[in-house]
T-cell receptor, first 113, second 114 residues
């Protein structure tokens, strides 16, 4: 079946603009996760959804970051007033509620000029 | 708090050599899960394996094998007879429950030269 998909694959924006990143999880996966990977580094957890509720937002780096999810489907990560330090690859993953392994999408590479 | 350490930032081997990637973890939970992911140059993270904390049996899958030792909090990954296609960044990760965030190590970049 189809894997996790993310759009856009690349986004270049100017400092101060808002951006929206989209994630389509694997069909039937109730859990959805957002991570950030800065160049040459490991992954940082941002937020996790179980269904459309977000029990863990602990990783969101500032109030400029927000995310929402419609039911057990698409999720959108929004970054307001982007800064250069927001430049990174944003990765989305999904999993079944009762299984711990997460399956990742190809990521969105965000560049803030 | 959880922590995963991959002390080897970069390893270079010649094709057909065996190579072991080290992973050490910290957690206060008695039940947890450990993972290895591969990130090839294309960038997409590929799930390789998951181990449960209550199952210390080692696992072999083709040229890949994993050695889980709770006594030393380690979950090492060995590639036997490495190939150029094994070149990638490998991440070790930990989660405390199904449906929880993954805590990743910093990754080990493996370069396999022909």
């Amino acid at each position: 079946g189809a894997g996790v998909s993310q759009s856009p694959s690349n986004k270049v924006t100017e400092k101060g603009k808002d951006v929206e990143l989209r994630c389509d999880p694997i069909s039937g996966h109730t859990a959805l996760y957002w991570y950030r990977q800065r160049l040459g580094q490991g992954l940082e957890f941002l937020i996790y959804f179980q269904g459309n509720s977000a029990p863990d937002k602990s990783g969101l780096p500032s109030d400029r970051f927000s995310a929402e999810r419609t039911g057990e489907s698409v999720s959108t990560l929004t970054i307001q007033r982007t800064q250069q330090e927001d430049s990174a690859v944003y990765l989305c993953a999904s999993s079944l509620a009762v299984r711990p392994e997460q399956f990742f999408g190809p990521g969105t590479r965000l560049t803030v000029l | 708090a959880q922590k995963v350490t991959q002390a080897q930032t970069e390893i270079s081997v010649v094709e057909k050599e065996d190579v072991t990637l080290d992973c050490v973890y910290e957690t206060r939970d008695t039940t947890y899960y450990l993972f290895w992911y591969k990130q090839p140059p294309s960038g997409e993270l590929v799930f390789l394996i998951r181990r449960n904390s209550f199952d210390e049996q080692n696992e072999i899958s083709g040229r890949y094998s994993w050695n889980f030792q709770k006594s030393t909090s380690s979950f090492n990954f060995t590639i036997t007879a490495s190939q150029v296609v094994d070149s990638a960044v490998y991440f070790c990760a930990l989660s405390e429950n199904a449906g929880n965030m993954l805590t990743f190590g910093g990754g080990t970049r493996l370069m396999v030269k022909p």
